[in-house]
C-alpha cells in the first residue's frame, strides 16, 4: 500500500495577525505584574489581542485567502477544511462550516478539531493521510485562536502568556522524496485538570454560579505543564526522526510551539540543538495556541531560514494533555512558480 502513496506536504501558506499590541507595560495597569517578571518567565514581550468585532472565523478566513493566493488554489478547489481552534466562535456550527461558506468551498467537507495548543499538528496529520491516500486533493488546515475570549483577565497565572492569531496552509501532493516524512501524536488525559475551561458544556452547565466563579475561562496548573512540556517537546521529535530514519543530526530546524522561551530552551537543550536551528516568535506573540506552529513556519519561510530540502520538525503540546510532532521535507513550492 505504502508504495502507491502519495507524498503530502504544504503548498501555501498564509497568517493573520491582529493589529492591536498588547505589551508587558499594559498589563501592569491590569493585573499584579511587571515586565521583568514576564520576560524573564516566559519570553513574552508583546502579544496581538483581536479586534472587538472580530471573532476566530474571521481571523482564520484572512490567514486561509492568504494561504490559498500562495497555493494559487482556488477555495472551490478544496476538499476539506479543518480549524484546529480552541477557541471555536461558538460551540457549533464549526468554525469550519463558517470558513467553508465564507471562501465559497462548494465543494469541502468541514469540522473543527480541539487538541489543546496540538491541534495544529493533529489536522495536518489528518490532512496528510488524505492527500496520501489519494482520496484529496486539496486539504486547507487552519490553526486559528481569539484566546483573549477565553482567558481570565484579572488572573496573571494566565493572562500574560495567551495571544490570537492564525495561520493557514494548504496541504497537497508533493514530489517524492518531499513532504510530510512521519508523525506521532499522543494523549495522557490523566493531566486533563492542569489545563482546563471547565464551565459552559455538559459537565458544568453555565449558570450565574459558574460565570462569578469564572470557571467560563482557561484555568491552568503551569509549573506542573511546564514540567510535561520539556519532557515532550523532546520525546515527539525524536520519535519523528527515527520514524523517518533521520539522525538528530539530519534536523535543519526545529519550530516548536511558542508557550514558553524557556521551555523551547530547555528541549534544544536535552535535544542538543543549536538555537540557531530553532525558531521562536513567542517575543512578538505569546501563546496563540494552534497559532502558533504555522505563525512560527510562515516568519521561519519568510526570514530565509528554511530552503528547498531542509528537514524540518514541528513539535507541539497541550491542554488533553496531548502532545505531537510531524517531519517533514521541506518543498519549496515557489520555485514551480519562477519556472512555469
Ligand atoms: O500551550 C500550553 C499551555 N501552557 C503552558 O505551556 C504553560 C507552561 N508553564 C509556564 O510557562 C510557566 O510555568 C509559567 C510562565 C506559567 C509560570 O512560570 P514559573 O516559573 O513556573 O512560575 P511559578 O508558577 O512557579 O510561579 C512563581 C511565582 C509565584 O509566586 P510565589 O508563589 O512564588 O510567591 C507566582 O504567584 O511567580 C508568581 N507569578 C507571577 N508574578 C508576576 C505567577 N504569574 C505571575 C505574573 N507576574 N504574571
Known amino acids: 500500500m505504502k508504495g502507491m502513496m502519495k507524498q503530502a506536504g504544504i503548498r501555501g501558506i498564509g497568517v493573520f495577525a491582529p493589529e ?50 500562495d497555493a494559487g488554489a482556488a477555495s472551490e478547489d478544496l476538499d476539506l477544511i479543518i480549524v484546529a481552534t480552541n477557541s471555536p466562535d461558538m460551540l457549533f456550527p464549526a468554525t469550519a462550516c463558517l470558513v467553508q461558506d465564507r471562501l465559497g468551498a462548494r465543494k469541502a467537507g468541514a ?25 484529496y486533493k486539496y486539504v486547507l488546515v487552519i490553526g486559528a485562536e481569539c484566546m483573549s475570549r477565553i482567558i481570565n483577565w484579572q488572573d496573571r497565572n494566565t493572562c500574560v502568556l495567551f495571544g490570537d492569531g492564525a495561520g493557514a496552509v494548504v496541504v497537497g501532493e508533493v514530489p517524492a522524496g518531499y513532504g510530510i516524512l512521519s508523525y506521532h501524536l499522543r494523549s495522557e488525559g490523566s493531566g486533563g485538570p492542569l489545563i482546563a475551561l471547565p464551565a459552559g458544556m455538559s459537565r ?5 454560579e459558574t460565570v462569578a466563579k469564572r470557571l467560563h475561562y482557561v484555568h491552568m ?22 520514524e523517518a530514519n533521520l539522525a538528530r543530526e539530519d534536523l535543519d530546524y ?15 537543550k536535552r535535544l542538543r540543538l543549536p538555537m540557531e536551528k530553532v525558531f521562536m516568535n513567542i517575543d512578538r ?51 514551480e512558480k519562477e519556472v512555469g
Open 285 to 335: 506573540y505569546g501563546n496563540t495556541s494552534s497559532a502558533t506552529i504555522p505563525l512560527a513556519l510562515f516568519e521561519a519561510l519568510a526570514g530565509g531560514n528554511i530552503r528547498d530540502g531542509d528537514n524540518l520538525v514541528m513539535s507541539g503540546f497541550g491542554a488533553g494533555l496531548t502532545w505531537g510532532a510531524v517531519a517533514m521535507r521541506w518543498y519549496d513550492y515557489r520555485k
Open 20 to 69: 492591536r499590541v498588547l505589551t508587558n507595560r499594559d498589563l501592569e495597569q491590569m493585573v499584579d505584574t511587571d515586565d521583568e517578571w514576564i520576560v524573564n518567565r516566559t519570553g513574552i514581550r508583546e502579544r496581538r489581542i483581536v479586534a472587538d468585532e472580530m471573532a476566530t472565523s474571521d481571523l482564520a478566513c484572512l490567514a486561509a485567502e492568504r494561504a490559498l493566493a
Open 111 to 135: 469540522f473543527d478539531l480541539q487538541a489543546g495548543c496540538t491541534s495544529f499538528l493533529y489536522a495536518l496529520t489528518i490532512a496528510n493521510n488524505f492527500i496520501a491516500t489519494g482520496y
Open 221 to 242: 496548573n503551569g509549573r506542573e505543564v511546564f514540567k510535561f512540556a520539556v519532557k515532550v517537546l523532546e520525546e515527539g521529535c525524536l520519535k519523528v526522526l527515527a
Open 254 to 268: 526545529l519550530i516548536p510551539h511558542q508557550a514558553n522561551a524557556r521551555i523551547i530552551e530547555a528541549a534544544a
Open 204 to 208: 458544568l452547565p453555565a449558570s450565574f
